[in-house]
């Protein structure tokens, strides 16, 4: 997947520098399972941050009924994260979106989905009918809005189907910040499903079997999208 900047002048400093862009390429990693039969129901399978593609792998493949293939993407944003063990190697963690021009990892991580499910589907991988997108933490808002900027690519709007997940002990999104988001998400999606769970930031057990169920309910449909 390449992903490319326009090079022009975009501003100028205090001190008179003019701020320009090159335009560069960018190549964005995937792990990919494939089933017995294809083309096959695909599920896309977008970490964390900090996380990596192996990681929502292993989570996407315990989710995901045996019918399915999956594709799970690592992040663009490449950093440095502290060794397990005192003195021991470095490890790294990638991410979807940083502070500095946001708006331009939102592009990215739209044009990365797109390219991803054309390629998909022209090598006959992936039924264009079933294409189920699978979030954690921060790529959540991401797929959120791809979905209700690229609908053609999933679903008509008219029949989307969500189902979010959200942990009663999550730090990050604790119950009154997500209060209102099956609200707001049915604005745009005509199903959706909003389950608590008792549990913090993380994928239990119990979330694993539910996305399960989800999923392998709406494989029998046409026209629906995680």
């Known amino acids: ?75 663009f944003h490449q950093h440095l994260k502290d060794p397990k063990e005192p003195g021991g190697p470095l490890r790294f963690g990638f991410g979807w979106l940083t502070n500095f021009r946001p708006e331009e990892s939102v592009v990215m991580h739209h044009r990365t989905l797109l390219e991803l499910i054309k390629t998909l589907i022209t090598e006959s991988i992936a039924d264009k009918e079933r294409i189920f997108l699978l979030g954690f933490s921060q790529s959540c808002a991401l797929n959120y809005r791809f979905t209700f900027t690229h609908p053609e690519s999933l679903c008509q709007t008219s029949h989307a189907a969500i189902f979010h997940l959200a942990g009663l002990q999550d730090e990050f999104y604790p119950p009154d910040r997500v209060s209102d988001y099956a609200e707001r998400l049915r604005f745009r999606a005509a199903d959706v499903e909003f389950k608590s769970y008792d549990a913090g930031h993380e994928i239990t057990a119990e979330m694993r079997e539910d996305v399960r169920r989800w999923l392998m309910t709406y494989a029998n449909a046409t026209g629906d999208c995680l």
């Open 1 to 75: 997947m390449n992903n490319r900047m326009t090079s022009e002048n975009i501003g100028y400093s205090d001190t008179g520098e003019v701020e320009r862009t090159l335009t560069a390429t960018v190549n964005v990693y995937y792990d990919l399972h494939l089933p017995e039969t294809l083309p096959a129901p695909l599920l896309i399978a977008l970490h964390g941050y900090g996380a990596s593609k192996r990681q929502m792998m292993r989570q996407a493949r315990q989710m995901a009924p045996e019918t399915f293939a999956i594709a799970s993407l690592q992040g």
